[in-house]
């Protein structure tokens, strides 16, 4: 309230020092209207803080995390299946699993079905993803 009652007061005496200064003009009108608009401010400006809207605080993110990482998990899943296809000449479904934590998005785990019953090709893409950097990997033939 102090700091209120000075910065009203200091804004009057400097705009009565103004209009005493200025010689008489079109610029002394513009000036003492200038003034006194900045003195009904002043004076206004507790009234104001009456009709503030306070900001909440939001404690949920602002993004859904959850639909991010399965959007960026279906990426994932159809570029391994892509990649697989091309370096390994198998055909898969993949599943990547994604989650957020700690403000990276991380791989998770992986799981491939894959549509050949030989061991060999289930042994070559384990080999293939565990080269790749992937954990948790879950590789197994597609039942009939």
Not at 10 to 31: A, C, Q, R, T, Y
Not at 49 to 58: A, E, L, N, P
């Amino acid at each position: 309230m102090k700091t209120y009652l000075l910065t009203a007061a200091g804004v009057i005496f400097l705009s009565v020092i103004v209009s005493l200064l200025i010689p008489e003009g079109k610029l002394n009108k513009s000036i003492v209207f200038v003034m006194r608009l900045a003195c009904i401010f002043v004076l206004i400006q507790p009234i104001t803080g009456i009709f503030k809207i306070k900001s909440s605080t939001v404690n949920e993110p602002l993004y859904d995390y959850e639909f991010i990482c399965k959007v960026y998990s279906d990426n994932q899943s159809e570029q391994l299946e892509k990649l697989i296809a091309e370096k390994l000449s198998e055909t898969c479904d993949c599943v990547v699993d994604i989650k957020f934590d700690n403000g990276e998005f991380k791989v998770n785990g992986v799981t491939v079905e894959v549509n050949s019953q030989k061991n060999e090709s289930i042994d070559k893409i384990y080999a293939y993803l565990q080269e790749k950097g992937y954990i948790n990997i879950t590789v197994y033939a597609k039942s009939s």
